[in-house]
């Protein structure tokens, strides 16, 4: 029997134990297990139940043939990057996440990998960039900070045209929202921490490959090798994110909506940053591909640096902190939090919204922005 996307998110991976009929996953702590075991469990670092469980979740909510484990997002980052060659090339999107860029900036070059940065969300670009030769074409879609919006289908396409592996960076989207696998992407990558984990507790990443492969295998013994794999308790707690996802993000998705409106009237504003909004200019790319927009949103200021600080600093239910998809809604000014890689305009503030209630957030949104 095939089941619904939401039935799989509450069950896979997260069956009764079989030894003690327990319902809820248990935690296994071991480091190392008997030789000769039934399960071929040897050493923590190699793998372990837990994080085999997780990652049974995640191979099944992306619809790939294997997933790994990682123990942050940047860790499952470097790991696919750091299967590029000396003289390969990488073709990166102009706007992702600052870490993925400081990566691509600061160490692949070290290596030998060659770099282009080109705007994914326009393929005839992408085209250009990978005319001369490319291993890897990554994406990032929706993007951070500016929510662009990339085709994934015809990135696919062009990847593939050129013996490339398209990579998504699916953190700001998750399985419920979209699935690159099944648009043509080869590997799916996740920052765990945000809405798989979704409680602001527990750092993760994780790689989905399409395919069970000698590739994915190839990156799994190196995970042994450089020993970056999830811990037990973290390997726990984010695959009890992952059983209550679709629901939390039905939640986020129509809070998002109804802020991403208000901003969108607000004089204040010289631009909003919303895939779901019908003047963004990749929406028609986004309601194509994704079931919803998302809860991640950005807005240009009138007042620039200033009044972009001065907002972020004043709302008392959005908590001006990084990071984004945990329950609470959060708000900051990008640039001053992403250093020496940013690329965000200086009036720009992302906002990740939380679960609480729509109209109060607006509330909090309107008072902070009479506020000098
Ligand atoms: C889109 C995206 N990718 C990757 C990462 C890195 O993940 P982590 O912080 O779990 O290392 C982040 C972190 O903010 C992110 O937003």
């Not at 069950?11 to 008997?34: K, R």
């Not at 050493?43 to 294997?66: M, N």
């Not at 470097?78 to 990566?103: F, K, M, S």
């Not at 939090?337 to 109060?360: I, Q, T």
Request: aromatic letters at 4%.
């Amino acid at each position: 029997m095939t089941h619904k996307f939401d039935t799989l998110a509450v069950h896979a991976g997260a069956e009764p134990d079989p030894v003690t009929g327990a319902v809820a996953p248990p935690i296994q702590l071991s480091t190392t297990f008997v030789h000769g075991n039934a399960e071929g469990l040897s050493y923590q670092r190699d793998d372990h139940p837990t994080q085999r469980r997780l990652e049974t979740a995640l191979a099944t909510l992306e619809g790939g043939g294997r997933a790994l484990a990682f123990a942050s997002g940047m860790a499952a980052v470097a790991a696919l990057l750091d299967t590029l060659q000396r003289g390969q090339r990488v073709v990166v999107p102009e706007d992702c996440y600052a870490g993925t860029r400081g990566y691509v900036t600061e160490v692949l070059p070290e290596r030998g990998v060659e770099v282009t940065t080109v705007d994914t969300t326009d393929p005839d670009a992408v085209r250009g960039a990978c005319a001369d030769g490319v291993a890897l074409l990554w994406v990032e879609s929706p993007s951070n900070p500016r929510l662009r919006i990339s085709d994934l289908a015809e990135l696919a396409g062009i990847a593939h045209a050129h013996g490339a592996r398209l990579a998504c960076d699916n953190t700001f989207a998750t399985p419920v929202l979209q699935r690159p696998l099944e648009l043509g992407a080869d590997v799916v990558m996740h920052s765990t921490t945000k809405y798989l984990g979704g409680h602001s507790d527990v750092l993760g990443g994780a790689l989905v490959f399409a395919r069970n492969d000698d590739f994915a295998e190839h990156v799994a013994a190196r995970r042994l090798l450089t020993g970056a794999i999830l811990s037990p308790f973290s390997a726990w707690l984010t695959l009890r994110g992952c059983r209550s996802l679709s629901a939390r993000m039905a939640l986020h998705c129509a809070n998002a909506r109804k802020v991403a409106g208000f901003l969108a009237r607000h004089p204040a504003m010289e631009r909003v940053n919303f895939p779901g909004l019908p003047d963004h200019p990749n929406h028609a790319v986004a309601a194509r591909q994704m079931h919803d927009f998302g809860a991640m949103l950005s807005v240009e200021l009138r007042g620039g640096h200033d009044a972009a600080l001065a907002f972020a600093r004043n709302t008392k239910i959005f908590t001006n902190a990084t990071s984004l998809g945990g329950c609470e809604s959060l708000i900051e000014h990008r640039a001053s939090s992403e250093g020496a890689h940013s690329h965000s305009p200086p009036g720009l503030v992302r906002m990740s919204v939380g679960l609480e209630d729509a109209d109060d957030l607006i509330a909090d949104l309107a008072q902070a922005l009479e506020l000098p």
